[in-house]
């Protein structure tokens, strides 16, 4: 038995350090379910945490306020290295605008990653008044995934070389991309763990 | 289940999930909407007057004017929350009608009922509600509340009853997590609450919903007290707009929430704000919101 505490950075013990960029939303969700697999992911609020890290999920919250708390928390220009050298990241709504090559409805001074060449409208599906859920098709998960979609973007384009791993009404909403995969909806909010093993197994 | 349903009560407490961590900022025009956002807030609450004005005013207050709400919808891309009183089922048909994205069943505003809260499973919108302690908390979410926030006393400037509050409302939650199943019963009882929800705390050690802080926020400082107490995001009303220089405050208060338990980034961003608004003592006030709901 090791007596590193856990979390301390022994990564040759555990496997890759999974890390959830916890500047604001729901990022204590995506730990819960990572937990439930036996995964411990370090919150990730600066620079030094980053480095810690060997993969990252980028979870749903406002995307204006977790733009501006990148830039003010010293954190964008260099998590924009490591995902530009290949980190693994997995983005869920709020997180799947940060990782797109094109935003509409963004406010002009919103920066992201240009990771995945994909066209999404912020709100896209209208207000909260038509947040919904509902039960996908999701490629290579044998049942169907109930998903919950809040003030979601809408992806318009997906460019070639994305997968597309679920669709609703026609509309993708999962999509991958190598390392980079992206949700327009939220697996933290269920119990369902699936989408999250597959990140960790894919690592 | 299968196909497409919205108004959903795990749709509405997902919008409370995504604000986690943020800032909701009490705002009256469209220009400090901007301010807000531009600020890092993760919604704005549209109201005509902040509470610390409906203090001095006095008076009726009720719900703002459709126009003025349509123009902080129209300013902002992030969600827009207005409040209804308590008990005022039409004031927030209305503003569901307007397609706000969260409704506040708020004691900032003069109730209409004395007995009865509003039926929030009614609606497709989600709602959030005050409380000074885990009973009034348990009761609103079982009128379908997919929010908490701790009163505080709104307008004040003075952050000692959201602490009372919160305090509260966390250490009984701590303290049911510790009690045997056969004591459940009496904590129900005693909390005038359902005991599936009290259960449920035991289990999780948790509020079924998101639990956010209201009420006398005015500093960087004070909002990091709120996080660390326990609330999952602040609520700042009269606190910004009534500072001397709210851009920067707004912005400060943003940070201090995210980074609450790093003294170092806590004492940078609150450095060299102007002065806050300038507060009241308890005593010193006439009319207590947070007595209001019962």
């Known amino acids: ?203 | 289940m299968s196909a497409h349903t919205t108004g959903t009560f795990p749709v509405k407490r997902g919008l409370a999930e995504m604000m986690k961590g943020g800032v909701i900022m009490d705002v009256v025009t469209a220009d400090q909407a901007k301010i807000a956002e531009d600020a890092g807030a993760v919604a704005v609450m549209a109201l005509e007057r902040v509470p610390a004005d409906i203090r001095r005013d006095g008076g009726v207050a009720r719900m703002s004017d459709p126009v003025m709400i349509e123009d902080i919808q129209g300013a902002v891309s992030i969600p827009v929350m207005a409040k209804a009183r308590i008990g005022h089922f039409v004031e927030a048909q209305i503003l569901q009608a307007l397609g706000v994205d969260f409704v506040d069943e708020s004691e900032v505003l003069t109730p209409a009922d004395e007995t009865h809260h509003i039926d929030k499973f009614a609606f497709d919108v989600p709602f959030v509600c005050g409380a000074t302690n885990l009973g009034e908390a348990l009761r609103r979410i079982s009128e379908g509340a997919a929010m908490i926030r701790s009163k505080g006393e709104a307008g004040t400037g003075n952050v000692v009853e959201a602490v009372r509050h919160l305090r509260s409302i966390v250490g009984d939650m701590k303290r049911i997590t510790q009690a045997d199943p056969a004591e459940l019963f009496e904590w129900a009882k005693r909390l005038q609450a359902p005991l599936p929800l009290v259960q449920e705390i035991a289990t999780t050690g948790e509020l079924p919903v998101p639990l956010f802080c209201a009420g006398g926020l005015a500093t960087p400082a004070d909002a990091a007290l709120a996080m660390q107490l326990g609330a999952q995001a602040v609520f700042v009303g009269s606190g910004i707009f009534k500072s001397d220089d709210p851009a920067p405050r707004a912005k400060a208060i943003v940070e201090a929430t995210t980074h609450f338990r790093d003294a170092d980034i806590l004492a940078k961003v609150s450095r060299g704000l102007g002065a806050p608004m300038t507060g009241i003592g308890m005593d010193e006030l006439d009319v207590h919101y947070a007595d209001r709901g019962w």
């Open chain 1, 1 to 203: 038995m090791s007596t590193t505490p856990i979390g301390a950075g022994d990564l040759s013990a555990t496997g890759p350090l999974v890390g959830v960029l916890a500047l604001q939303g729901a990022f204590a969700a995506h730990q819960q379910r990572l937990a439930s697999l036996g995964v411990d992911a370090a919150a990730v609020r600066t620079p030094i945490d980053l480095e810690r890290v060997d993969a990252l999920i980028l979870p749903g919250g406002e995307s204006t306020t977790m733009s501006m708390l990148l830039a003010t928390s010293g954190l964008f220009d260099p998590l924009k290295g490591r995902l530009a050298d290949g980190m693994p990241v997995f983005g869920t709504c709020a997180g799947m605008i940060l990782c797109a090559t094109e935003v509409f409805d963004a406010r002009a001074d919103q920066r992201g990653f240009d990771l995945i060449d994909i066209t999404v409208r912020r709100n896209g599906y209208g207000r909260q008044l038509d947040s919904f859920e509902t039960d996908l098709d999701v490629a290579g998960l044998d049942e169907d995934f109930h998903a919950v979609f809040i003030r979601a973007p809408l992806v318009e384009r997906v460019g070639a070389g994305v997968e597309i791993l679920a669709c609703h009404e026609d509309v993708p909403v999962l999509v991958r991309d190598g390392r980079v995969t992206v949700a327009s909806f939220h697996p933290e909010l269920t119990d369902d763990t699936r989408l999250h093993e597959m990140f960790i197994t894919s690592l």
